[in-house]
């Protein structure tokens, strides 16, 4: 029989009771009341303990650590509602208790079909193999007529981007309407001669989104972005399988907070941008850098990126984007901790350099070009990358 292993963080007089507890109560419901008919019947189906570590004992007595609890397959259907609903459902209002990581059988994954296009697939599109990708953000998006909203894209596009993506907030556009935007944009990137992808924000109620993305491609959209969170999991696995939604898609992390702020409930941050997000589908991962404003610890920002591009069969890896607080001096750093295929995205980084976004844009290339060759920032022989060292400062 195979198994879905889960790992919570908790406090108990006994772990391992507890961890005892969760299996039966989680999967059967009881168990030594039973009778043996029905034992046998429901054995298939009974979730058992994988032990318990014991961090520490509270002032109260409470021993506090990790549990570990193996539910069975059987149990499930292959979507994530129904796996956080049988791992973590009413167990997360059952006091402190955290959901920590899910360790999947190939079993489970392989009824999966995770990112369409993942790293290579994006690489492929951009025709960009040899470095880390580079993305910018629209400073504002809400209110902006059509014609600055596409005068800000190009700008981005001349200032050397291979991807732009809209402000996750950006519902509200009559006065840049979604297919309207598209088709500008669309515009601008061929007459630039360039590729680059816009992820266009896709927002609405979420019983029209598949038709929405579909829409949307056929007006020449070539990336979509969603805020996983608040529509579901299960929309974006949606949208990834659909054969006619045939371009990569953006997952924000928008909302993810409210589940990995707090270090005794929730979800962890690797677990819910991480490991579920490439299991739904997306093709890129944002989430917060270990360096800006939203700042992760750093190691769970590693984390998150292992997650998203460690081999599962099956599965293609999905581009991490740490992203927040972003400037050129952080270059080295980012490629340091993330390596090659990491996209580096950057907002006010760009747009808040004193040559403007075209400008802001160049030295990010620029960095990007001196670290791929291992050339020092302060080196560079670009003014734009000199001009954003002097306002900012280099990141070691």
Not at 335 to 358: Q, S
């Amino acid at each position: 029989m195979s198994y879905i292993t889960v790992s919570y963080l908790t406090e108990a007089k006994s772990l391992e009771k507890k961890a005892e507890a969760i299996a039966v109560g989680m999967t059967v419901g009881s168990w030594t009341d039973l009778p043996a008919a029905k034992q046998e019947k429901l054995q298939k189906h009974l979730g058992r303990s994988a032990g318990a570590t014991v961090y520490e004992t509270t002032a109260e007595g409470l021993e506090r650590g990790l549990i570990k609890v193996e539910y069975p397959v059987v149990n499930f259907t292959y979507d994530i509602p129904s796996l956080l609903t049988n791992v973590f459902g009413k167990l997360s209002m059952d006091g402190k208790i955290r959901l920590v990581d899910i360790d999947f059988p190939q079993e489970f994954t392989r009824e999966f079909s995770g990112p369409k296009f993942g790293i290579s697939g994006i690489r492929e599109l951009l025709n960009v193999h040899d470095r880390p990708l580079f993305m910018s953000i629209f400073k504002s998006c809400i209110g902006l007529p059509l014609d600055e909203l596409v005068e800000q894209f190009k700008l981005q596009v001349e200032g050397g981007v291979d991807l732009v993506k809209d402000d996750e907030i950006f519902f509200a556009d009559e006065h840049a309407p979604f297919l309207d935007r598209i088709r500008a944009c669309k515009e601008v990137t061929e007459a630039s001669g360039r590729q680059v992808l816009y992820a266009v924000n896709l927002t609405g109620p979420v019983t029209g989104l598949v038709d929405k993305a579909k829409r949307a491609i056929e007006n020449g959209a070539n990336c979509l972005l969603l805020n996983v969170l608040p529509y579901g999991f299960d929309i974006l696995a949606q949208l990834s399988r659909d054969p006619d939604i045939n371009v990569p898609i953006m997952a924000h992390p928008a909302m993810a907070g409210a589940l990995y702020q707090s270090s005794t409930y929730g979800i962890s941050s690797p677990l819910v941008l991480g490991k579920l997000m490439r299991l739904a589908g997306a093709d890129i991962g944002l989430f917060p850098s270990p360096y800006g404003s939203v700042a992760l610890p750093r190691q769970e920002a590693l984390d998150i990126a292992t997650h998203l591009v460690e081999e599962i069969p099956g599965i293609k890896p999905t581009f991490p984007v740490p992203s927040a607080g972003i400037h050129p001096g952080m270059v080295p750093l980012l490629y340091k901790d993330f390596g090659l295929n990491h996209i580096v995205n950057a907002g006010g980084g760009i747009h808040g350099h004193p040559g403007g976004p075209v400008s802001g844009g160049q030295a990010f290339v620029a960095a990007i070009e001196a670290t791929m060759q291992g050339i020092p920032l302060e080196q560079s022989k670009s003014q734009e990358l000199l001009t954003a060292i002097e306002k900012w400062g280099i990141v070691k």
